[in-house]
């Protein structure tokens, strides 16, 4: 989940969740082939200090960047 409240948006949440559609190779609200991962956008969850927020596998990810993201989503080959 990318958080897409105002605080994240104004801290590139928008450039988040392209990374991940471009790296996993799907778009919002989809799912890879694999069933592995799924991609979606949520309002405003109330932690706008730790922007860009991100939920990943059900951790918290804050201040997350494009290179940090590359990290978390490993590819299930
Ligand atoms: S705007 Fe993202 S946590 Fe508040």
């Known amino acids: 989940m990318v ?4 605080a ?4 590139g949440a928008d450039k ?9 190779q ?5 799912v890879t082939f694999d ?4 991609l979606e956008s949520v309002g405003c969850l109330g932690c706008c200090a ?5 939920i ?5 990810k804050s201040n997350i960047s494009i290179k940090d993201m590359k990290r978390l ?4 080959n």
């Open 50 to 54: 730790l922007a860009p927020f991100t």
């Open 73 to 76: 989503f490993k590819r299930k």
């Open 3 to 6: 958080c897409k409240g105002t």
């Open 56 to 60: 990943v596998n059900g951790e918290i």
């Open 35 to 38: 069933m592995g991962y799924s």
């Open 16 to 24: 988040i969740m392209e990374g991940i559609e471009r790296h996993l």
């Open 8 to 11: 994240c948006h104004v801290s």
């Open 26 to 30: 799907i778009k919002e609200d989809g």
